[in-house]
């Protein structure tokens, strides 16, 4: 069994940063592609970053690209996501999520393609 567990988050100021840790259990984590997503109250979970599973490739929404930097450490089973720059519109629950469709079948902003889900960590962001 696959457990995901987001930790990182927090309140921050408009402008500050924030790097949230997604640590997993189980074999094999280095065959998974692994994406952040975000979910606001009263909206749909949306697509962050993904990451491929060698951190090779890596793409990011177009709302938080140049802001914010996904990579992995393999050896310790985790995933990251540096944020910079936060936005009071960047104020969500964050899940970090493992797919085990391909980086170059291009699905890796889908919430449909994954299949474990953490728990999710909440950023809030203040003006």
């Known amino acids: 069994q696959v457990q995901l567990v987001e930790s990182g988050g927090g309140l921050v100021q408009a402008g500050g940063s924030l790097r949230l840790s997604c640590a997993a259990s189980?074999?094999?984590?280095?065959?998974?592609?692994m994406g952040w997503f975000r979910q606001a109250p009263g909206k749909e979970r949306e697509f962050v970053a993904a990451?491929?599973?060698?951190?090779?490739?890596?793409d990011y929404a177009d709302s938080v690209k140049g802001r914010s930097t996904i990579s992995r450490d393999n050896a310790k089973n985790t995933v990251y996501l540096q944020m910079s720059s936060l936005k009071p519109e960047d104020t969500a629950v964050y899940f970090c999520?493992?797919?085990?469709?391909?980086?170059?079948?291009?699905?890796?902003?889908?919430?449909?393609?994954?299949?474990?889900w953490g728990q999710g960590t909440q950023v809030t962001v203040s003006a």
């Open positions: 999520a493992r797919t085990t469709t391909t980086w170059y079948s291009g699905n890796y902003a889908l919430p449909a393609s994954y299949d474990y």
């Open positions: 990451i491929s599973r060698s951190g090779g490739s890596t």
């Open positions: 189980g074999r094999a984590f280095g065959i998974y592609t």
